[in-house]
């Protein structure tokens, strides 16, 4: 009997190991300063592979924080309005074509938006 509680007890010890593979998530925050938009209306959300890993809406003074896993080494963060300007704590982002992405780099994990505008 005591030979199979070890064994047991050795059975959720093993499986209770965490994977060794690395979970990059992407955090950013930051500030929309536009003071005309509706902030309830506007929508932020992360992607990572074509994928929605995070999604928020920004306060009434237009801050909001995103954080989710990326699926990729770079990802986008994405708006239901376009993007006019914008200014981060990193270089190397660039707004998409359609205007409503910012594309961060590869290799950028967390990042600051310090004002960006909306049209």
């Known amino acids: 009997m005591r030979l199979l509680s070890t064994l047991f007890i050795f059975a959720v010890i093993l499986g209770c190991q965490s994977e060794t593979r690395e979970n ?3 955090y950013v925050e930051g500030n929309i300063t536009e003071t005309k938009l509706e902030f309830a209306k506007i929508k932020v ?4 592979d074509n994928a929605i890993v995070a999604e928020t809406i920004p306060s009434g003074s237009g801050d909001f924080t995103l ?6 080494d ?4 994405v708006f239901n309005a376009k993007i006019k300007s914008f200014k ?3 270089s190397g982002s660039a707004i998409s074509s359609d205007s409503l992405q910012i594309l961060v780099p590869a290799g950028t994990t967390y990042i600051t938006f310090n004002e960006i505008k909306l049209k």
């Open 24 to 26: 990059p998530r992407a």
């Open 45 to 48: 959300l992360i992607k990572s």
């Open 67 to 72: 954080s989710g896993p990326l699926l990729s």
């Open 74 to 77: 770079s990802f986008s963060l």
């Open 88 to 90: 981060a704590s990193k």
